[in-house]
């Protein structure tokens, strides 16, 4: 399209160069004129409305990448998988066109499953950074994010806590062949009836193996308050192997995987 200027086209790249304009009117003869900081005023005549709109749309970019360039964010953890009840590192870092943004405020927040939750608040260091050390909420799944002045968004983090598992237990007398009860504790406490605890069974011909898995025994929990006792039946198939060795596992979404310490049964002489 093909626009017609009067001599003031000469200075239209120096007109697109500022950073605002104060003032755009037309003038008696259909022409445009534009007021900016440093020119008093210029006319410019246009063939049509839609092409006003363009050079408008071109004096507005200068203005805006006049602005400071936008903050970034970012928001990391000591450990995605930290043992039952301890506590993480979480470390904020905010930067402005790559340089550190100091004593300003970041908000972290956890996901409860519907909306976020601040965990904790504080200002950023000289280098940009803000850390502190919390446990994940209940000692399960927590999702944390960090914000800046509400539209500065860090990505998510998931930590995913270990549960804690007491080794299983039986009776000191049983029965080659015969099922009898383990338990043990689990920590943190676990809905009755849930079964994310899984006692392997492994043989072996000597004390410290090695170890071959032979079974696996899915175990439930019962009575929870702070903590859960876990029960399942067992068996130890017959005496071809002198060492039977059972462990309990523990695996669900909100927690990672985690064992407990061994009991090893040995078939009498």
């Not at 399209?1 to 001599?7: G, K």
């Not at 605002?20 to 003869?29: S, Y």
């Not at 446990?135 to 983090?157: D, E, G």
């Not at 523990?250 to 002489?269: F, G, P």
């Given at each position: 399209?093909?626009?017609?200027?009067?001599?003031e086209?000469?200075?239209?790249?120096?007109?697109?160069?500022?950073?605002?304009?104060?003032?755009?009117?037309?003038?008696?003869?259909?022409?445009?004129?534009v007021?900016?900081?440093?020119?008093?005023?210029?006319?410019?005549?246009?063939?049509?409305?839609?092409?006003?709109?363009?050079?408008?749309?071109?004096?507005?970019?200068?203005?805006?990448?006049?602005?400071?360039?936008?903050?970034?964010?970012?928001?990391?953890?000591?450990?995605?998988?930290?043992y039952?009840?301890?506590?993480?590192?979480?470390?904020?870092?905010?930067?402005?066109?790559?340089?550190?943004?100091?004593?300003?405020?970041?908000?972290?927040?956890?996901?409860?499953?519907?909306?976020?939750?601040?965990?904790?608040?504080?200002?950023?260091?000289?280098?940009?950074?803000?850390?502190?050390r919390?446990?994940?909420?209940?000692?399960?799944?927590?999702?944390?994010?960090?914000?800046?002045?509400?539209?500065?968004?860090?990505?998510?983090?998931?930590?995913?806590?270990?549960?804690?598992?007491?080794?299983p237990?039986?009776?000191?007398?049983?029965?080659?062949?015969?099922?009898?009860?383990?338990?043990?504790?689990?920590?943190?406490?676990?809905?009755?009836?849930?079964?994310?605890?899984?006692?392997?069974?492994?043989?072996?011909?000597?004390?410290?193996?090695?170890?071959?898995?032979?079974?696996?025994?899915?175990?439930?929990?019962?009575?929870?308050?702070?903590?859960?006792?876990?029960?399942a039946?067992?068996?130890?198939?017959?005496?071809?192997?002198?060492?039977?060795?059972?462990?309990?596992n523990?695996?669900?979404?909100?927690?990672?995987?985690?064992?407990?310490?061994?009991?090893?049964?040995?078939?009498?002489?």
């Open positions: 399209m093909l626009v017609r200027c009067r001599a086209q000469a200075l239209l790249p120096t007109l697109q160069a500022e950073r605002g304009v104060r003032d755009i009117t037309r003038t008696w003869d259909g022409g445009i004129r007021k900016t900081s440093t020119h008093r005023a210029m006319c410019v005549t246009f063939g049509t409305t839609l092409t006003l709109l363009m050079l408008m749309a071109v004096l507005a970019a200068p203005a805006l990448a006049g602005r400071p360039p936008n903050a970034t964010i970012a928001l990391k953890t000591s450990s995605k998988a930290p039952y009840t301890s506590t993480v590192k979480l470390t904020t870092t905010l930067k402005r066109a790559g340089k550190a943004v100091k004593n300003a405020t970041i908000t972290v927040q956890r996901f409860d499953g519907s909306v976020w939750k601040k965990v904790k608040s504080g200002k950023t260091s000289s280098k940009g950074t803000y850390a502190f919390t446990t994940p909420y209940k000692n399960a799944l927590t999702v944390y994010r960090a914000v800046y002045k509400i539209t500065t968004v860090s990505s998510s983090v998931e930590v995913k806590p270990r549960a804690w598992l007491s080794d237990e039986g009776p000191e007398s049983w029965a080659v062949g015969q099922p009898f009860t383990m338990t043990g504790i689990l920590s943190p406490a676990h809905a009755i009836g849930s079964n994310a605890v899984t006692i392997y069974l492994y043989w072996g011909d000597g004390e410290s193996g090695p170890w071959t898995q032979y079974a696996t025994f899915p175990a439930y929990c019962i009575a929870p308050s702070k903590t859960s006792n876990y029960s039946s067992v068996t130890i198939p017959d005496s071809s192997h002198k060492y039977w060795r059972f462990r309990s523990h695996a669900d979404a909100d927690h990672t995987s985690s064992w407990s310490a061994e009991t090893i049964y040995k078939i009498r002489d």
